[in-house]
């Protein structure tokens, strides 16, 4: 278990007591330019003091009786700016990351393969790319077989493609090793983390899963044109002859592209991102379009956003699904609390976490 | 008894090394008869040279060597006071002439100049009377002449009698009042006043053996520097210790 | 080998090579620390640390070899402790002759360095605490590496500044040949007696040799350090 | 009228011989990390030699003769490090920022604040979060007043909120000034540019409009599952009680919220950027749900893209559309070449640049 | 004010600290292009340029003195332009004792300056060229601000070098008191004539007044330079 309470003692007001982390899993980091993501990264490296607590893998990081040191912390940290050593090659910069103690978290023929670097390996690091940059300071984070990874945007400048591996190689990674991850990209965020820290000010503001954040319609994160609920998925059987995965939401049957879901196995759980503008609300059930996936749902919410928008809320048998609709859409299908309804989703414009595997080749 | 221990690294082993602390003026004739006592005697010497302030300075504290010629008296007394030397081996060995040395240059021809003259030089060089006592000498020869006062914006003092010779030799400065034993160092036949002895206060050079060191060599060499030796100073620029009176009657010339 | 130089000459070579080796060599073994301390540390007295420094620099050489040889005269406070340590003198032993030049061309090594420590970019010596480098393997893997060119060229000054050195090495060394006569003495020696032929050839020598070294040194610093994009 | 051509001896053999961009508009510059984007950048600039030729301006900037000095090209460089003058306040870089001529480009009062800087004005720049140093630097390449905005992926620290908003700020500017924007977010350059250049493997690989680059099956980026078409619209009438504007795309109505549509004026002509993967494909006309915008379209290609999923090409009167739908559903639709078809888009889905500023309060 | 001091004393304060202010200024002005020259050209010269400057520091400074009094001389190669420029002898002038210092001091000045501008950002400096700076304001706008500390650094060295200087300074001076006899000079001349009460006096003087301007000239040059994040 990690659990730190930070403490902010210019806007102390609203924020989060304490927050509290399992030893495994990723957790994104989600704030406007300016609202204290890598303040809060460095001070969990220990790099700055501020005050607050940190107790994280049994043992006191920062308390009464003063702080850990960084040295000891084993993190591994990929700051905003990379920060490679700049007299070496990229080679050079990884030799210098020796394994703390004798944990395998990470394989590094593997993790050069998946970041692309084997070909880089005797550049000096000033004569990389951007976003060459940033993958050479994931590896050397990596390679020190951390025992919790603070990734402050560490893929900004990497283009979509690579990202997407990268994630999901992190994804899998985090089973066995938590991850802090700071990114701007709420669909990353969605598609990757079980847990969210939202921050403001310089404060924590909430902690949630994704589902649960981006649809509280009191965070002005839900009023975002990339607003997204997500549903969990129980993994069917597979159509072979059509190559798509039947997967079943909350007793409901649902149809994806397989390779949509590659990841997961049979009986398996699979989370389902659906961004709540693609979900598009019938009275009855559609025949004769390529729309193939409708669930009956009950509409338990109807919030205004922007001028001319609405988001409803809906309700399957347990789970929650957020919609944006136009005013006009709205009026028309006279939507009312506790109305039975049909929202449909496009299979395409599903986005799971396996979709990140699902790309043109490397 | 604050008697310096130095000397015994150097000293041991090399029974037969005499290390000789002498006045950078003095170091030329030094050579010659350092050569020819080493042969003699089949003793190995070295000249250490410098200031003779600086090599007082040394042996203040503790340097290692064996005998001092100092281009003054002064020096060599205060080092008997100290306890540092043997005082009844506080000898002149040599004196100094001081020279008039205008060079011909600009308006003026050359030749030998005449004391009056001393006063139309533009700039005139001296060692610094403080530290060196050519310096010493060329102040009192311009007090005499009622020039001191009148002449100090155009007195360049070198640090030694050597760089008051190189301010003239270089033609920086117009003219100078230097050892005799530069200018024959330096090549200098022409051009030159010796000024007369009685015009400044003699120039004693005097020696001493210093303490701890090897005394019995370097008196020896003292006897060699006082006999043979004085055979050499009249073509080097100095008088010899014996032309002037006795050497106890310079014991007090400080 | 010969050139016109006496045996005299060859001897003050030799002995002016090695003092100015083993000064700077202990110089850039003792002032990575300090200077390091000196860039880094944000105690109220660290300025005056910086001028004690550079105050040797402050006394004419000559009158710093004075205090010096007071220091190490066998009844001063450094020369009695070192006899009572080691049984022998200090002043007018080659050991004299490098703490004297050590002190004299300290603050040469000692600023270039604590500017290049001080230029360093810190993030990347943040991420090494986190790859948890100690302070021993991050000064010699980072920064050492990275200020290579600087510490060359301040060894390189202080070098010089050595084999230049006169006034310091004269007051406490006495020039006695074969044990503390170095060059610039020698050289000053051929000035003062009017020996320019020998002054110019020994000068000569010794510029050019320098030349040559220096910038085989500078060429050599330039190689290994490429300026980063 | 610029043009230049840029030529990389390693590998010159499929790049694009000659560029040639207008002197407005907002040109994306797209590829992989380590295409060769950023040294693009810094050879318009004038910052590293390279073979090839540019002209700009009616001047000469490389050619036989020799190169322009970087201080007379007057661009305005953004490099992807920011390199905002460390030993200053914001205040303080954007004072160093003289203005070329007598052009006014921007004005600063409204610059600052669209960046939002005013707060940040006496900061020393070192103590700002990586956003903030972004918006830093674009202010001050934009204060010289340049001929050539030259920006390096200047936003990919600054969150989606102000992304949006400065996205949105550019696009405006580009009627002025043309700008080069390089960006891994091709979301933002479908709304925002007019021009895509294409890069890979160091060289210009297409240049085109982003509905054609995107929409190009020989180009993997219509693989992407962002891809998306551009349909330009014709603004019509405002309807004042449902909020909505009414558009015509090539003869056909279509109805947005009128907030998709603010910065531009009936007559106008709006581009409108369509998911490839929000396009929903129908026999028939749909009723009683809340899609409302249907086109009656032409197919006119069927490609198989991922393992099961198709991309439909289709015709508009004069514009064509992609859309991706599942094999499934193709087969089910029974879709041939020459079908006539419906395709339908939720109004809430469609990507405008007016979208950009249809935000959350900033 | 009387601490013991003679009017000797206090002239030779003045004219040292007008030496020694007079050197570090032009070497401030002098060297920089240099430097920067230095710093960034990719000739293959420049390792020689750079032992060149190195050279002045490897002859003892009496010996430099030497060759620059021949070179002063009105017959010499320097002295006789400059007797025809400005119609006054060179030697045994305050600008004797300038060019002097200069030559003595300027590897210590050009030294650090070239290690700083080294280790400037050079992406600054490029986008200092795309917002059409010209180099003169890069110079004093980016470059200068950014090596304050090592300028003012620098500058210290060369001034405290100065002080302490000489050996050139005896040669070409002539030790005229009120024209070119410096404090170094009368601190040199009370230890050569034994007078250790004077000397001691001074040297304290000077080194507690020196020990009082570093310091605060170094928590100056601390206050204005933060280090970066
Ligand atoms: N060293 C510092 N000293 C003072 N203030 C700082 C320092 N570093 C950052 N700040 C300020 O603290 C606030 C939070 O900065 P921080 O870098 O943590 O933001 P962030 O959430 O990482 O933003 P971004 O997404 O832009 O990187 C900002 O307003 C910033 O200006
Ligand atoms: N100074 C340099 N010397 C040699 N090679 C370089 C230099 N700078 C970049 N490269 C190489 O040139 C290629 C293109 O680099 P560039 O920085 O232009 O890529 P980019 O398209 O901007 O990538 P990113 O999106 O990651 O920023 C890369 O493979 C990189 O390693
Ligand atoms: O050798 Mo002296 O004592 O300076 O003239
Ligand atoms: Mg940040
Ligand atoms: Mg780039």
Not at chain 2, 66 to 79: E, K, N, V
Not at chain 3, 27 to 39: H, K, Q
């Amino acid at each position: 278990m990690i659990s730190f309470s930070y403490i902010n003692q210019t806007t102390e007001a609203s924020g989060l007591k304490e927050v509290q982390l399992a030893e495994s899993g990723l957790c994104g980091v989600f704030g406007r330019s300016g609202a204290g993501k890598t303040t809060l990264l460095r001070w969990l490296a220990g790099l700055i003091e501020k005050e607050g607590t940190i107790e994280a893998f049994g043992a006191v990081w920062q308390g009464l009786s003063g702080s850990l040191r960084v040295e000891a912390r084993q993190v591994g940290y990929v700051p905003q700016e990379s920060a490679l050593f700049s007299h070496l090659t990229v080679a050079g910069n990884l030799a210098l990351a020796k394994p703390f103690a004798n944990r395998a978290v990470v394989e590094k023929a593997e993790l050069l393969d998946v970041l692309m670097l084997e070909p880089l390996l005797d550049k000096p690091v000033t004569e990389l790319s951007g976003g060459e940059r940033q993958r050479v300071a994931l590896a050397r984070a990596l390679l020190v077989n951390p025992r919790w990874l603070l990734l402050d945007e560490p893929l900004s400048a990497v283009d979509q493609v690579h990202r997407r591996v990268i994630g999901h190689y992190l994804k899998q990674l985090s089973a066995r090793l938590p991850i802090l991850l700071v990114s701007h990209s709420e669909q990353e965020l969605g598609a990757l983390c079980d847990n969210i820290l939202l921050m403001d000010e310089g404060c924590l503001r909430a902690q949630g899963s994704p589902s649960e954040l981006f649809s509280r319609p009191d965070l002005q994160i839900s009023h975002r044109d990339s607003a997204a609920s997500l549903l969990l998925a129980q993994m069917m059987e597979y159509d072979p002859v059509h190559h798509t995965q039947h997967l079943m939401v909350d007793g409901q049957p649902l149809e994806i592209p397989a390779d949509k879901a590659v990841v997961t196995a049979a009986g398996e759980t699979l989370p389902l991102r659906l961004m709540c503008r693609d979900i598009i609300l019938s009275r009855d059930t559609l025949q004769g379009t390529s729309l193939r996936n409708g669930f009956s749902v009950t509409v338990i919410g109807i919030h205004s956003t922007a001028e001319s928008q609405v988001l409803v809320r809906l309700q399957l048998a347990e789970q929650k699904l957020l919609a944006r609709i136009t005013e006009r859409s709205a009026e028309e299908l006279k939507i009312k609390l506790g109305d039975p309804i049909y929202a449909y989703v496009k299979a395409v414009s599903l986005v799971t976490s396996a979709d990140v595997a699902s790309l043109p080749a490397r | 008894d604050p008697t310096p221990q130095g000397g015994a690294a150097n000293s041991t082993g090399a029974s037969r090394t005499l290390i000789i602390a002498v006045a950078n003026s003095f170091r030329p004739v030094a050579e010659l008869i350092a050569a020819e006592f080493s042969q003699r005697h089949n003793v190995q010497i070295q000249l250490a040279s410098a200031s003779s302030g600086v090599l007082a300075n040394q042996i203040l504290h503790g340097a290692p060597f064996d005998l001092f010629l100092s281009a003054d008296s002064a020096r060599p007394a205060l080092l008997v006071d100290r306890g540092l030397a043997y005082a009844d081996s506080r000898l002149t060995y040599a004196r100094g002439i001081l020279v008039f040395w205008w060079p011909p240059g600009g308006s003026h021809k050359g030749g030998e100049p005449r004391l009056k003259q001393l006063n139309d030089v533009s700039r005139l060089s001296i060692a610094n009377p403080r530290t060196a006592p050519y310096g010493e000498a060329a102040k009192a020869l311009l007090q005499g002449q009622g020039l001191w006062t009148s002449m100090q914006k155009r007195l360049v003092r070198g640090a030694g009698a050597s760089q008051a010779y190189q301010f003239v030799a270089s033609g920086n400065i117009a003219a100078g009042l230097l050892p005799q034993s530069l200018l024959l160092q330096g090549g200098v036949e022409h051009d030159y006043l010796v000024i007369p002895q009685e015009l400044y206060p003699p120039l004693a050079h005097q020696a001493v053996v210093i303490k701890n060191g090897k005394a019995q060599l370097a008196r020896q060499f003292l006897q060699h520097l006082l006999g043979a030796g004085q055979n050499v100073l009249a073509e080097h620029g100095f008088y010899p210790a014996a032309s002037f009176a006795s050497t106890a009657l310079h014991r007090g010339a400080d | 080998m010969d050139f016109g130089f006496s045996a005299q000459d060859i001897a003050a070579l030799w002995l002016t090579v090695k003092l100015s080796a083993v000064t700077t060599l202990l110089l850039l073994v003792l002032c990575p620390p300090l200077a390091w301390w000196l860039a880094h540390t944000r105690r109220w007295h660290r300025p005056l640390i910086e001028a004690i420094v550079a105050l040797p620099l402050i006394l004419p050489p000559t009158v710093l070899g004075f205090y010096l040889l007071v220091a190490f005269a066998p009844q001063g406070p450094v020369g009695s402790y070192w006899q009572a340590l080691f049984g022998t003198p200090l002043a007018f032993s080659f050991s004299a002759l490098v703490i004297g030049s050590m002190l004299y061309s300290l603050p040469f090594i000692v600023q270039p360095l604590q500017a290049a420590y001080q230029a360093i970019d810190q993030r990347q010596l943040e991420v090494a605490r986190t790859l948890g480098m100690s302070p021993l393997r991050r000064f010699f893997k980072i920064i050492l590496p990275q200020t290579k060119r600087a510490t060359g060229a301040a060894g390189v000054l202080g070098f010089s500044h050595t084999v230049g050195e006169f006034g310091v090495v004269l007051m406490i060394g006495g020039n006695i040949p074969g044990a503390t006569q170095v060059l610039s003495i020698v050289l000053f020696d051929h000035v003062e007696a009017l020996d320019y032929a020998a002054a110019h050839r020994l000068a000569g020598g010794l510029l050019l040799f320098s030349l040559l070294a220096l910038s085989l040194t500078y060429s050599w610093l330039r190689a290994g350090n490429k300026a980063p994009r």
